[in-house]
């Protein structure tokens, strides 16, 4: 099947406030969920997704350490470009850092700070893609935390508001976006919102009133987490370490992500697992191709 989302922009960089004092030294998406840096759970979804070529934006501050963690990617059989900003200027403003990367082309959009346990829906909405924009909600107990989704008796969406105080749904709109290349037209010509932010929940309604929105909703069995805050990331380490330990089977290792997607050969995979230090990620690496 054709691909037509062939770039993807990983936004790694916030404050991280609700992680103080944990995030005072180091971006939240290098600190460890479980047993691998927040990075890699969102870095291998990219990955799930057959995209190669990624634009990864950080703090300045972050940006050396991402090199040294990630290099340039080719380890991984993807293109890995890593670009910076001073401080935060809201989400949306990762398409006008990123406009010369994006080009004409269709872009999916992923917060760093986000872990889906299954890849599986979301690479059916991939290849079923074609333009416009594309959300994916999940329902949540706690909606007035997130940009919400209020939906007709026919599941459209009709509008998105973010974290309002009195929510219309619990349908929280995820990290995860998909986008034609006029999203960058339409970032540019956004304001910045009462916190001096630009807003995804903005690009996403302009989509929405040009009726060019859809959202998939998904299924309640798909585990997903926003591990933005310290309780959250102990919530997904804690389900992970589970999962992992009786499924017998990782959760965001992207050298395996690299591996299944073809991105790299057995010979690859073996001689990066052999180079690492003699841990259960480095067994269940060699395990992939025995």
């Not at 959009?109 to 994916?136: H, M, Q, W």
């Not at 990290?175 to 970032?187: C, E, S």
């Amino acid at each position: 099947m054709a691909q037509y989302i062939n770039k993807g922009i990983l936004l790694a960089g916030g404050a991280g406030t609700r992680l103080y004092p944990a995030s005072a030294a180091v971006s939240k998406q290098l600190l460890a969920v479980y047993d691998k840096p927040l990075i890699y759970y969102s870095l291998s979804v990219l990955m799930r997704l057959g995209i190669r070529d990624i634009l990864l934006i950080t703090h300045v501050n972050d940006e050396d350490r991402f090199r040294a963690l990630l290099g340039d990617g080719s380890h991984l059989g993807i293109k890995l470009n890593i670009l910076s900003e001073t401080r935060p200027r809201g989400i949306a403003n990762a398409f006008l850092i990123g406009e010369d990367f994006i080009g004409r082309d269709n872009v999916t959009l992923l917060l760093g700070d986000n872990i889906y346990c299954d890849t599986g829906p979301l690479k059916s909405a991939a290849e079923s893609y074609r333009s416009g924009a594309v959300v994916f909600g999940v329902h949540v107990t706690d909606p007035s935390e997130y940009g919400v989704a209020d939906v007709d008796c026919y599941g459209n969406v009709t509008a998105i508001e973010e974290k309002p105080v009195q929510p219309k749904s619990d349908i929280a709109v995820t990290g995860l976006y998909f986008y034609d290349d006029t999203v960058v037209q339409i970032a540019r010509g956004i304001q910045p919102s009462e916190r001096g932010e630009l807003e995804i929940t903005t690009v996403n309604n302009v989509y929405l009133e040009r009726k060019q929105l859809r959202m998939v909703t998904l299924d309640a069995n798909l585990i997903w987490f926003d591990a933005g805050s310290a309780q959250s990331m102990l919530n997904a380490g804690n389900y992970i370490s589970s999962l992992e330990s009786t499924a017998e089977r990782k959760i965001g290792c992207i050298e395996e992500a690299a591996y299944l997607e073809g991105f790299i050969t057995a010979g690859q995979l073996t001689e990066l697992a052999e180079k690492m230090p003699d841990t259960d990620y480095r067994d269940y690496l060699l395990k992939l191709v025995r």
